[in-house]
């Protein structure tokens, strides 16, 4: 009996399913525990079993034979067919919607027993008189089931109860999540097995053998944080070892329960960057993936594919719920808030999972309060446990944190190191940046290795143009994909250019080292964490008689309002006069961050009520269209392809390098989409065979400055 076009038989899938159903188990304890129920394992093994013995009927095994069209879904048979065994409804559930939500089966169900295309009544009920009953006796036989008669059930029932609005509301939570739970653990295991994966790895305490081997003393806080039980809030100033610290949190926690960890990364750059540096730390890159809109380009460049293995598949593996580590954007976590289609896989990895956060402050004011209120209701409904850490956050922001996740584990640095920590010293320029070409110039030309930071693309652009150095790169979000993943590559190789220009994609996570900064103003924050990618190096202090390391210019152009608050840049630069010329003392840098931000209120706009309506309305089966479209409105960008790219591009999709071609699209915001089509720079062209059309855009690129705002040629629209 086949349940695959290749030729798999239903008996070798079923059991695929049960061999990824035992490691399934050692990597996800916390869904017996918040299941309450100890039979889960037993519900989700016997759900595995009549998953797919629907396709055991003459019409599917003629589809398989022949290739001529089924028209029947093969787990409502499945469905009814358990039906004779057992009335737990959590079963049938999960069997019945382990491909199709509840809405599409009560379309699919309505159109077999109305539609006149058929030709006969009780349509459902003669598919399931076609199935091979002895063949499927046998099967059941095997697993030591015995059924003494095949009746038809319907189905209805099941369907209407989970897409009623009125009978929805009669569903306690408890039933919810273990529907959730169950349904998605079965297509996790039917999704694997169907890749071809039996095992879902775990971290193991010997992949943490390198916190042992260094042959530094670990700071105090790093013990304190390896030590620690509970969810943490961690403050240390950067490059004192706060990734160690959080890596060694994840140690301990592992050892009491094992979970999925997430660590949470505001930049692809970062995010490459923590996934290469992990990969490295477990001595194992099957361990840890990595999730946000460009993966595909990192890992295509950095996973090596095993024979027979394809770019798809090692997409597909990031994105399945098999490496036990995952670098991510927060929005890979947060959309399972929204109904994301997957939500109950996404809930159900999170469940009793860890969660690492690096400076979750910098983001916008209303992303930082959703973001606290998800991991509060993780907290309270999943166990989810979790490691926040910074470098540069306000006392308040920090108070919002400990009450809402009622952390009482406040790590700090010893008082001790910090003040032995002298990295830093600031200088303020009254001017632009563009009048701080000869500065930097002088600096490059003395041998030094020079970091210059601006607020916008375009001004990046034209200073990295302006500055001569043989050895110099630029780094912002106008490059391709191309041409990003190759500098990032230089940019934290041994041998780092002696000249980076970025945009703010630099300031968190890089572990890079300079010898000098030049920025643009920016709020205080940022500033810190762009001073923290110079004198990083061990051993690098600075001495009271040295010059300053940190050069920030004053003149808060119009377009840096746009990025940034006004009154808070403000406040940042007067902050940055009183230590100006000083060695910057880590015990006052939350003085200084306390001086310039305006405090505000975490739930000022009944937030957190709408936002738990919305994350306690999520039941499984469903789809919501609604918020997946108030989702995905957050993100802002267009990929577009440059149109001196264009025959490349042709060229690439001809040989089917269709990943190779899409890797010179460039990312840009729809508000700039808009203005270049209003400009007439906007045209589109389908390459053959490509069945896409594509955007394409005729302002001038190349893969040393990117993306410019000079127009190419006059454009020709194919």
Same mark, same amino acid.
């Given at each position: 009996?086949?349940?695959?076009?290749?030729? =798999?038989?239903?008996?070798?899938?079923?059991?695929?399913? *049960?061999?990824?159903? +035992?490691? #399934?188990?050692?990597?996800?304890? !916390?869904?017996?525990? =918040?299941f309450k129920?100890?039979?889960?394992?037993?519900? *989700?093994?016997?759900? +595995?079993? #009549?998953?797919?013995?629907?396709? !055991?009927?003459?019409?599917?095994?003629?589809?398989?034979e022949t290739g001529e069209r089924y028209r029947f879904r093969h787990e409502i048979l499945s469905a009814i067919i358990a039906k004779n065994y057992t009335d737990n409804e959590l079963i049938i559930n999960a069997i019945l919607a382990h491909h199709k939500n509840y809405e599409k089966l009560k379309e699919l169900l309505n159109e077999y027993e109305n539609n006149k295309k058929y030709n006969q009544d009780r349509w459902i009920e003669k598919e399931f008189e076609e199935l091979y009953f002895e063949w499927i006796s046998d099967f059941l036989q095997n697993y030591h089931i015995e059924l003494k008669e095949y009746n038809f059930y319907e189905l209805d029932s099941f369907i209407k109860k989970w897409t009623s609005k009125r009978q929805k509301r009669k569903i306690s939570e408890l039933e919810k999540f273990q529907n959730i739970f169950l349904s998605a653990s079965l297509s996790i295991c039917d999704h694997n097995a169907s890749a071809g994966i039996k095992e879902i790895p775990i971290i193991q305490d010997k992949n943490f053998s390198f916190l042992d081997d260094t042959p530094y003393e670990p700071y105090t806080h790093q013990k304190h944080s390896w030590q620690t039980d509970s969810n943490a809030l961690l403050i240390a100033p950067t490059g004192q070892g706060k990734t160690e610290s959080s890596l060694g949190w994840l140690r301990n926690q592992l050892k009491n329960r094992q979970g999925r960890a997430f660590y949470i990364l505001p930049f692809t750059a970062s995010i490459n960057a923590m996934t290469k540096r992990v990969s490295k730390d477990f001595k194992d890159e099957n361990l840890v993936g990595l999730l946000h809109g460009k993966a595909k380009f990192f890992i295509d460049e950095y996973y090596e594919k095993k024979d027979g293995q394809s770019l798809k598949d090692l997409i597909d593996i990031n994105k399945k719920i098999v490496k036990p580590f995952k670098v991510v954007t927060p929005f890979q976590i947060l959309k399972w808030a929204f109904g994301v289609k997957g939500f109950e896989k996404g809930l159900s990895e999170l469940a009793g999972s860890y969660l690492i956060f690096d400076e979750i402050h910098i983001y916008d004011k209303e992303l930082f309060r959703r973001l606290l209120f998800f991991i509060e209701w993780l907290i309270e409904k999943l166990d989810v446990k979790v490691f926040i850490?910074?470098?540069?956050?306000?006392?308040?922001?920090?108070?919002?944190?400990?009450?809402?996740?009622?952390?009482?584990?406040?790590?700090?640095?010893?008082?001790?190191?910090?003040?032995?920590?002298?990295?830093?010293k600031v200088k303020l320029f009254n001017s632009n940046i563009d009048e701080q070409i000869g500065f930097i110039q002088q600096n490059i030309d003395s041998g030094k290795t020079v970091l210059v930071v601006c607020n916008t693309v375009a001004k990046a652009q034209e200073m990295y143009e302006n500055i001569v150095c043989d050895d110099k790169t630029l780094l912002h979000s106008g490059f391709n994909g191309k041409d990003r993943t190759s500098k990032e590559k230089r940019v934290q190789s041994k041998?780092?250019?002696?000249?980076l220009v970025g945009t703010q994609a630099i300031e968190v996570s890089l572990d890079i080292d300079y010898d000098l900064i030049v920025t643009e103003p920016a709020s205080l924050d940022a500033l810190l964490q762009r001073f923290g990618r110079v004198y990083r190096g061990q051993g690098r202090e600075l001495k009271d008689s040295d010059e300053a390391n940190c050069f920030v210019t004053t003149e808060i152009e119009k377009v840096h309002k746009l990025i940034y608050d006004e009154v808070v840049v403000q406040n940042s630069l007067k902050a940055l006069e009183k230590i100006e010329g000083k060695i910057l003392h880590e015990d006052t840098i939350q003085e200084l961050l306390d001086e310039v931000y305006e405090p505000f209120e975490l739930d000022d706009d009944n937030l957190r009520a709408n936002f738990r309506n919305l994350l306690d309305n999520l039941y499984p089966y469903n789809i919501y269209e609604e918020s997946e479209e108030e989702f995905f409105k957050q993100f802002d960008g267009i990929e577009v392809l440059p149109i001196e790219l264009k025959d490349e591009f042709r060229e690439l999709i001809e040989n089917q390098q269709y990943l190779e071609a899409e890797k010179l699209l460039v990312s840009i915001s729809k508000s700039k989409?808009?203005?270049?089509?209003?400009?007439?720079?906007?045209?589109?062209?389908?390459?053959?065979?490509?069945?896409?059309?594509?955007?394409?855009?005729?302002?001038?690129?190349?893969?040393?400055?990117?993306?410019?705002?000079?127009n190419e040629t006059v454009f020709d629209v194919l």
């Amino acid at each position: 009996m086949l349940a695959k076009s290749d030729g =798999l038989s239903l008996e070798k899938h079923t059991q695929d399913l *049960l061999d990824v159903f +035992i490691s #399934f188990q050692n990597a996800f304890p !916390a869904l017996e525990e =918040l299941f309450k129920d100890e039979d889960f394992w037993v519900y *989700l093994k016997t759900s +595995i079993i #009549f998953h797919d013995i629907g396709k !055991a009927t003459k019409g599917f095994q003629n589809y398989m034979e022949t290739g001529e069209r089924y028209r029947f879904r093969h787990e409502i048979l499945s469905a009814i067919i358990a039906k004779n065994y057992t009335d737990n409804e959590l079963i049938i559930n999960a069997i019945l919607a382990h491909h199709k939500n509840y809405e599409k089966l009560k379309e699919l169900l309505n159109e077999y027993e109305n539609n006149k295309k058929y030709n006969q009544d009780r349509w459902i009920e003669k598919e399931f008189e076609e199935l091979y009953f002895e063949w499927i006796s046998d099967f059941l036989q095997n697993y030591h089931i015995e059924l003494k008669e095949y009746n038809f059930y319907e189905l209805d029932s099941f369907i209407k109860k989970w897409t009623s609005k009125r009978q929805k509301r009669k569903i306690s939570e408890l039933e919810k999540f273990q529907n959730i739970f169950l349904s998605a653990s079965l297509s996790i295991c039917d999704h694997n097995a169907s890749a071809g994966i039996k095992e879902i790895p775990i971290i193991q305490d010997k992949n943490f053998s390198f916190l042992d081997d260094t042959p530094y003393e670990p700071y105090t806080h790093q013990k304190h944080s390896w030590q620690t039980d509970s969810n943490a809030l961690l403050i240390a100033p950067t490059g004192q070892g706060k990734t160690e610290s959080s890596l060694g949190w994840l140690r301990n926690q592992l050892k009491n329960r094992q979970g999925r960890a997430f660590y949470i990364l505001p930049f692809t750059a970062s995010i490459n960057a923590m996934t290469k540096r992990v990969s490295k730390d477990f001595k194992d890159e099957n361990l840890v993936g990595l999730l946000h809109g460009k993966a595909k380009f990192f890992i295509d460049e950095y996973y090596e594919k095993k024979d027979g293995q394809s770019l798809k598949d090692l997409i597909d593996i990031n994105k399945k719920i098999v490496k036990p580590f995952k670098v991510v954007t927060p929005f890979q976590i947060l959309k399972w808030a929204f109904g994301v289609k997957g939500f109950e896989k996404g809930l159900s990895e999170l469940a009793g999972s860890y969660l690492i956060f690096d400076e979750i402050h910098i983001y916008d004011k209303e992303l930082f309060r959703r973001l606290l209120f998800f991991i509060e209701w993780l907290i309270e409904k999943l166990d989810v446990k979790v490691f926040i850490m910074t470098a540069t956050m306000p006392t308040f922001m920090q108070e919002h944190i400990k009450n809402v996740l009622q952390i009482k584990q406040v790590i700090k640095a010893d008082k001790k190191r910090l003040d032995e920590i002298r990295r830093h010293k600031v200088k303020l320029f009254n001017s632009n940046i563009d009048e701080q070409i000869g500065f930097i110039q002088q600096n490059i030309d003395s041998g030094k290795t020079v970091l210059v930071v601006c607020n916008t693309v375009a001004k990046a652009q034209e200073m990295y143009e302006n500055i001569v150095c043989d050895d110099k790169t630029l780094l912002h979000s106008g490059f391709n994909g191309k041409d990003r993943t190759s500098k990032e590559k230089r940019v934290q190789s041994k041998n780092k250019p002696q000249l980076l220009v970025g945009t703010q994609a630099i300031e968190v996570s890089l572990d890079i080292d300079y010898d000098l900064i030049v920025t643009e103003p920016a709020s205080l924050d940022a500033l810190l964490q762009r001073f923290g990618r110079v004198y990083r190096g061990q051993g690098r202090e600075l001495k009271d008689s040295d010059e300053a390391n940190c050069f920030v210019t004053t003149e808060i152009e119009k377009v840096h309002k746009l990025i940034y608050d006004e009154v808070v840049v403000q406040n940042s630069l007067k902050a940055l006069e009183k230590i100006e010329g000083k060695i910057l003392h880590e015990d006052t840098i939350q003085e200084l961050l306390d001086e310039v931000y305006e405090p505000f209120e975490l739930d000022d706009d009944n937030l957190r009520a709408n936002f738990r309506n919305l994350l306690d309305n999520l039941y499984p089966y469903n789809i919501y269209e609604e918020s997946e479209e108030e989702f995905f409105k957050q993100f802002d960008g267009i990929e577009v392809l440059p149109i001196e790219l264009k025959d490349e591009f042709r060229e690439l999709i001809e040989n089917q390098q269709y990943l190779e071609a899409e890797k010179l699209l460039v990312s840009i915001s729809k508000s700039k989409f808009a203005k270049n089509k209003r400009d007439g720079n906007i045209g589109f062209f389908e390459p053959h065979n490509y069945k896409k059309v594509i955007p394409t855009i005729s302002l001038k690129y190349n893969s040393h400055i990117g993306l410019t705002n000079e127009n190419e040629t006059v454009f020709d629209v194919l």
